[in-house]
């Protein structure tokens, strides 16, 4: 499976975590495309676990299957841990004020949102869902002091589709946390990617019954409250990509949620998606490897377009004060005068002491490497045809003509391709 990336002269044909010695034991050898990472699995009640394994018919590989027997010794501990938790906390968590509407990060994926959400997180009076909370939401409150310090070692220092770092600490897509609380989303697809997309309606409700609906909110209230505890009423700023095709819903749920939207050049936007996938897709497959030439690049491609469809016939239902819109390009240029505009636009204050942070976060980041991709004429082609309404009003038109017309490059491999140094697998998609 291409994954468009275009792989530096001095890199090609050195051995990496993703182009591996051949193996001697072909029938045991996990794809793990980006590097090893815990199943996300290890997060889920019992019963949740088992329906996930019925959905994929228990399909399991070989290969897979140490790993997840591991889950049997682990995951039956969160229904207990869950059980103490809700003694302790949930009268606290129905209880807690939501006085402070939280802010939303939401774009299509690799759109530049995971750095909107870390400059978000280093302001002192904001919070924001963490790694540890989003994998182990049933029992966070109880657990979050200890069980990371024991547990540190299972996750990478770098995602797979670049070299941001990650940890239980990070800031995390709330996504995850629904995922292991057993409700609809389309990253159940990570399971058992060999059957293709699954639950692809959760993205926008389109299609998924009324009470399947109030079902997904209830949770993800449940799910919001606790967090507002555990974080002392801050205001929480939640970065899912997927939330731009939920406008309608997060508005009735949040009337006065503030909503910070991201574009950017979807021929850079597409091929990154692509290669996101594919890591998260090899690594927490509970088959492997995960088989995803007959239909990664359709279903990426239709992802987008119904996400930014959905998000088009939503958006007058928040204020003009409410919804920053701005694109990626734009924001990159100074990330820190685009956040003062954010914070004036949205009336969040407080960007005084915000400020600082921001700036050390980013000096810290200044050697961050954007990776580059080249895909086939045709597919580029496709991806400005059925993506024109959102490249015409974002304003890319201009680029992508010139991308079009200009001379193809010659085709580099597509199998095997070495990563860039210190590029592992990990969760965070934005």
Same mark, same amino acid.
């Given at each position: 499976?291409? &994954? ?94 939501? &006085? ?43 657990? %979050? ?23 239980? &600490? ?127 690049? &359709? ?85 400005? %045809? ?45």
């Amino acid at each position: 499976m291409p &994954d468009y990336e275009v792989v530096p002269d001095e890199e090609a044909g050195k051995i990496t975590r993703r182009r591996q010695a051949k193996p001697r034991l072909p029938t045991l050898t996990i794809e793990r495309y980006g590097g090893r990472l815990i199943y996300f699995w290890f997060g889920m009640r019992f019963g949740d676990l088992m329906k996930l394994f019925k959905r994929g018919r228990f399909s399991f590989t070989l290969n897979c299957i140490p790993d997840t027997l591991l889950l049997f010794v682990w995951v039956p501990w969160n229904s207990m841990l869950y059980w103490i938790s809700e003694a302790k906390y949930k009268k606290r968590a129905e209880a807690v004020k939501l &006085d402070r509407p939280p802010v939303f990060v939401i774009g299509h994926w690799r759109t530049g949102t995971t750095l909107l959400h870390d400059l978000f997180s280093v302001d002192p009076n904001l919070a924001y869902p963490t790694t540890y909370e989003c994998f182990f939401p049933h029992h966070f409150l109880l657990t %979050e002091g200890t069980l990371p310090k024991v547990m540190k070692g299972l996750l990478p220092k770098k995602r797979p589709q670049d070299d941001v770092p990650v940890g239980f &600490d990070r800031p995390q897509e709330e996504e995850f946390g629904m995922m292991m609380l057993g409700q609809g989303t389309p990253y159940i697809t990570c399971a058992w990617p060999r059957l293709g997309p699954a639950m692809s309606d959760y993205l926008d409700f389109k299609g998924v019954p009324e009470a399947g609906r109030k079902k997904w909110a209830d949770a993800y209230m449940w799910l919001f409250r606790r967090l507002v505890l555990k974080h002392g009423g801050k205001r929480l700023v939640m970065k899912t990509p997927a939330n731009a095709a939920r406008l309608k819903l997060l508005h009735e749920l949040f009337p006065d949620a503030r909503f910070v939207y991201l574009a950017r050049n979807p021929l850079n936007v597409f091929p990154s998606t692509v290669k996101l996938w594919r890591a998260l897709y090899s690594v927490q497959g509970l088959h492997n490897p995960p088989n995803l030439d007959p239909w990664l690049d &359709d279903y990426v491609l239709d992802m987008f377009a119904r996400l930014t469809e959905a998000y088009e016939e939503d958006r007058h239902l928040i204020p003009d004060d409410r919804l920053v819109e701005l694109r990626y390009e734009d924001f990159v240029k100074d990330p820190v005068a685009s956040m003062r505009d954010i914070y004036r636009r949205l009336g969040l204050g407080g960007f005084e002491s915000a400020e600082a942070p921001m700036r050390d976060f980013l000096t810290e980041r200044s050697e961050h490497q954007v990776s580059s991709y080249e895909m086939p004429l045709p597919l580029k082609r496709k991806i400005v %045809e059925r993506l024109k309404p959102y490249i015409d009003r974002f304003g890319y038109r201009e680029k992508v003509e010139k991308v079009l017309a200009a001379k193809p490059k010659p085709a580099a491999p597509t199998t095997n391709r070495p990563s860039r140094p210190g590029t592992r697998a990990s969760a965070q998609c934005g």
